[in-house]
C-alpha cells in the first residue's frame, strides 16, 4: 500500500505545501490527480475556501459564507462531492499520483474522498494526503496498516514519491 500523510503545524501551511508539491511535480512531468486547496482571506469572517482539481481543472469554491458570527462547519457538502467525482474520473484517466488536501470530517465519517482513495490504492496509485490531528485517527483506522507519516515539507513528499515510482518501475 501506498499512502502517506502529512500535517504542518500552523493552519493552512498543510494546503500551502500540497499545492506547492503538485506545482512542483507537475513541472518535472509527474500526473498529479486530486485537490489542493487554496484559501482566500477576506475583510470580515473566515477565508473563503476553494479547492483546484489537479491536474489543471476547475477552481470550486468549498465553503460557504454563513456569516460573520458563524461558529459552524462552512463547508458545502454539494461543491465537495462535485469535487471528488471530478477526481474520480481523472483517476480513471491515469495518475502518477493522488493528492487529497484534507481528509477532513466528512471522510472520517464515510464519504467525500474515501472511496476515490480506496480506488487510487487498489489501482496501486501512490496517495497523499493533508489531515489534522482532529481526523488523524479516523485515517488510520481508515487505512489500516502502512500509512506512512511524512514531515511537512517538499523534499519528505517528493523522496516518499521518488521511492514509491522506483518501486512501481522494478515491479514491472
Not at 25 to 48: F, S
Request: proline letters at 3%; charged letters at 20%; one cysteine or more.
Amino acid at each position: 500500500m501506498k499512502i502517506a500523510y502529512t500535517m504542518a503545524p500552523a493552519k493552512g501551511d498543510t494546503d500551502l505545501l500540497l499545492y506547492d508539491v503538485a506545482q512542483r511535480l507537475a513541472r518535472r512531468g509527474i500526473r498529479c490527480c486530486g485537490t489542493v486547496q487554496i484559501n482566500t482571506e477576506r475583510a470580515e469572517g473566515p477565508c473563503d475556501m476553494d479547492v483546484q482539481v489537479l491536474p489543471q481543472g476547475s477552481i470550486l469554491r468549498i465553503s460557504q459564507n454563513l456569516g460573520v458570527a458563524s461558529k459552524g462547519c462552512r463547508l458545502d457538502p454539494s461543491a465537495l462531492e462535485l469535487a471528488v467525482g471530478q477526481v474520480s474520473g481523472s483517476l480513471d484517466t491515469g495518475a502518477d499520483l493522488l493528492v487529497v488536501n484534507k481528509f477532513g470530517k466528512h471522510e472520517a465519517e464515510g464519504r467525500g474522498f474515501r472511496d476515490v482513495i480506496a480506488k487510487a490504492i487498489a489501482s496501486d496509485i501512490p496517495v497523499i494526503v493533508g489531515v489534522s490531528a482532529l481526523n488523524l485517527h479516523a485515517l488510520e483506522a481508515f487505512v489500516g496498516q502502512g500509512l506512512v507519516q511524512l514531515d511537512p515539507s517538499i523534499s519528505a513528499i517528493r523522496d516518499w514519491l521518488d521511492v514509491q515510482i522506483k518501486n512501481a518501475i522494478a515491479a514491472q
